[in-house]
């Protein structure tokens, strides 16, 4: 039986692995880096496999960034005798709140709020006050072309914030249900402070309809000008990193373990 110290170097470097991978597009590219690592070679997914692979070799393509597959050929392979497969697979995907397409929310109050959305089935109660961070694909007008980047803003720029214990009543708090549209819009900051450092924002069709700090804090990340910015795939994810934890190190504590740990 494998013991705990023996499993420890593995489950290190899994945590590395699902805390650098908070969305779809980083799960992959990282997921392709350690192939590379690993003697994969990589293969263009639109073009022909014919006479690029060998008995021995090892492959792995991508395909929209969101999705990779990895194989290896068995060394004795004979094309002409019968010969089968084995296949395990997962997803890159998990529950997030995501960034909508129309990312500037409406309010009356102070607080500005990022407009998102529930995606996938979710523990939404678990996303309350948390610190919150920005991660996903953008992309961006280069001349007369459009580049796709891969942005992981690894700052608490957002938080789902319960209400204080001394504002509702003890039966308002035991009747409390999570409204996915009301309540898990997070704060991203207030008015009048975003107000007074605000900049002149292009109002075309686009970003009239996308919240001006958030086109802001991508830019300074990606280093482009926000108006190069033509659209994004963006997520929240929980900033705390995956962790080995209990009493004899046996745990290992993190989001995303049911699609990641495949990888």
């Known amino acids: 039986m494998t013991t705990v110290a023996e499993c420890l170097p593995l489950a290190r470097k899994a945590c590395d692995y699902l805390t650098a991978s908070p969305d779809p597009y980083h799960a992959v590219n990282n997921a392709a880096t350690k192939l590379r690592v690993a003697g994969f070679e ?103 072309s459009i580049e796709s980047k891969f942005v992981l803003i690894e700052l608490p720029v957002a938080r789902v914030s319960n ?49 001006p700090e958030l086109l802001s804090l991508i830019s300074a990340e990606l280093g482009v000008e926000a108006k190069c910015i033509v659209d994004f795939d963006l997520c929240l994810f929980d900033m705390q990193p995956a962790a080995i934890a209990g009493i004899k190190s046996e745990f290992v504590h993190s989001g995303r373990l049911d699609n990641l740990a495949t990888w």
């Open 42 to 144: 990589c293969l263009q997914a639109r073009k022909p496999f014919a006479g690029k692979m060998r008995p021995g070799g090892k492959y792995y393509y991508t395909q929209d960034d969101t999705a990779i597959v990895a194989f290896t050929i068995g060394t004795q392979l004979d094309v002409d005798r019968p010969y089968g497969f084995k296949i395990i697979a997962g997803h890159t995907d998990s529950p997030n709140l995501r960034v909508k397409p129309r990312s500037k929310r409406t309010s009356a109050g102070e607080c500005v709020q990022l407009a998102v959305e529930c995606y996938g089935g979710g523990l939404w109660h678990t996303w309350f006050d948390r610190d919150l961070g920005v991660s996903g694909k953008v992309l961006v007008r280069n001349g007369s």
């Open 163 to 211: 209400l204080a214990i001394h504002l509702a009543t003890a039966d308002e708090r035991a009747a409390f249900r999570v409204n996915k549209e009301d309540h898990l819009q997070p704060i991203i900051g207030t008015k009048s402070v975003l107000e007074e450092e605000a900049k002149e924002q292009l109002q075309d069709g686009w970003t009239e309809f996308q919240e």
